[in-house]
């Protein structure tokens, strides 16, 4: 009992695919009317990766109602030149409303126009406090019909809190419900195991005081009866700042300090490096760790020399720098070969200023996703924990160029050389104190393991000149300058 409905005739409209079921009021059946107006609004989300849909599919949906509003979670799937063969999956988080309030105006996709719904405003739904603090009583109440709330232990759900939407640069979005919880809801749910979800229940059953507790992770099956990852609860750090801010701010005032005093993070960087080393212990503790095999390495060495050939293609100013990056990698790979244990365990995967909160009460290390552009399959998949540390190094010479690049080009020659030296300084300053900091709570010390650290250091900085060519070209220079360095560490 399904039936094709009409495709858009409009010019610019993409062609609609959907299907109506037995209930003419189930997600699906509003679904298929609203397809024509996601199109304009998903190429304007910051988490959508896309240039153009050519098609939108329902994949599944369920409906949340209380009173007169209704909240619609649905996962599409998009087709588009920039896609895979099978199309991406999104997830959407849609209001329904007969009367739309002026504070939800901005926030307005359009009127259905035929269907159950027809004559009613649809909107996002996260702009809405009244339909997210609906969409956590169902949950705690399990009345959701079709979510999951797959509970992590034995921490109650609390109920009643003011939610707000939180901003900012984020590839997911996610809500504050006071200071007590939040909820992440993943904006590309893939099937199969979710290692942030794996991650946090494992360290919330051991109490790891570095990371927020986990109350549960929300999942919904597609009607392939794949069971997809839409999101978790978990712990809210109030107070906190996020080390990207707090970095900028010290390598800012170190710059236009003029009696050498100004832009101390050093305390804060060894006490970070403490912090992400008892992370590393519990997830050692949480999950199998082991050695790699010689042969493992070296497809680990042929797999960064692989990303390496495909990052030199689409930006060439890494050409200069092939041969010898390809050089680094291969004496990574001879490390097994010559004796050297290389350990692999689960990691945090994509470990940047930017993932760590500091509190009064210390560092709380967050976002347990992994590399986005990693597949899902390989992210639960053990890792160098150096892998980590390098990003982390990575990022306090990414604060320090944005700090120099807000200041903006000095007035003199001599002065702008002046603050890139000592850019360069406090950068190089807060990396040793990571490393010290690190090697002093247990972590392995980087020290002894240059040459893994400079081929994961060099791969990241691989990865973000392709970034950076891509989405911000004229920060290109910050990952080239980089990977020169790197480049001439090769003996």
């Keep these: 009992m399904s039936a094709p409905v009409e495709s858009g005739g409009a010019p610019g409209v993409p062609e609609v695919e959907y299907r109506v079921r037995k209930d003419p009021f189930s997600a699906d059946a509003v679904l298929g ?20 849909v050519d098609r939108l599919l329902p994949c599944t949906a369920t409906v949340v109602r209380e009173g007169a509003g209704a909240l619609v979670v649905a996962v599409v799937t998009a087709h588009g030149p920039t896609a895979p063969a099978a199309g991406t999956r999104y997830q959407l988080l849609l209001g329904v409303r007969p009367d739309l309030p002026e504070r939800l105006a901005a926030h307005a996709l359009g009127t259905v126009r035929h269907g159950p719904w027809a004559g009613e405003h649809v909107y996002d739904a996260l702009a809405d406090p009244a339909l997210t603090g609906m969409l956590l009583r169902a949950l705690a109440a399990d009345r959701a019909p079709g979510l999951r709330l797959e509970r992590a232990g034995r921490y109650p759900l609390p109920v009643g809190l003011v939610p707000r939407l939180l901003t900012g640069e984020q590839s997911n979005s996610a809500v504050a419900y006071g200071d007590r919880l939040l909820l992440k809801l993943y904006r590309r749910p893939e099937p199969g195991p979710h290692t942030e979800s794996e991650v946090l229940r494992a360290l ?46 010290s390598a800012r005032d170190h710059l236009t300090d003029t009696d050498g005093t100004g832009g101390a993070f050093t305390a804060r960087a060894r006490t970070l490096g403490q912090a992400v080393a008892e992370v590393h212990q519990a997830l050692a503790r949480a999950f199998p760790r082991g050695r790699l095999s010689a042969a493992e390495i070296a497809e680990d060495a042929a797999r960064m020399k692989r990303r390496l050939a495909d990052a030199v293609r689409e930006v060439p100013q890494l050409g200069r720098h092939q041969t010898r990056l390809t050089a680094v990698f291969d004496a990574y790979g001879r490390l097994a070969g010559r004796g050297c244990p290389v350990l692999a365990q689960r990691t945090h995967g994509d470990l940047h200023l930017g993932q760590a909160l500091y509190t009064p009460g210390g560092w709380h290390i967050v976002d347990f996703e992994g590399e986005p552009a990693t597949p899902a399959g390989e992210r639960v998949l053990p890792q160098p924990v150096l892998r980590d540390v390098a990003g982390m190094l990575r990022s306090f010479d990414y604060a320090a160029r944005t700090a120099l690049d807000a200041l903006g080009d000095a007035a003199n020659p001599a002065e702008q050389a002046r603050r890139r030296r000592r850019a360069d300084a406090w950068a190089l300053r807060n990396r040793r104190a990571f490393c010290a900091g690190y090697t002093a709570a247990g972590g392995e010390d980087p020290s002894c393991r240059t040459e893994q650290l400079t081929a994961f250091e060099a791969e990241r900085a691989v990865y973000e000149a392709v970034y950076e060519a891509r989405h911000r070209p004229h920060w290109l220079p910050v990952p080239l300058a980089a990977v020169h360095r790197l480049a001439g560490a090769v003996t």
């Design 33 to 52: 009317p609203l397809l024509p107006l996601l199109t304009p609004w998903l190429a304007e989300r910051r988490w959508y990766e896309g240039t153009r």
């Design 204 to 249: 919330t059953a051991q109490d790891c005081p570095r990371t927020p507790r986990l109350y549960g992770s929300l999942h919904l099956t597609d009607p392939g009866g794949e069971s997809l990852t839409l999101g978790l609860i978990e712990e809210f750090v109030p107070g906190a700042e996020d080390g990207w801010t707090s970095a900028v701010r």
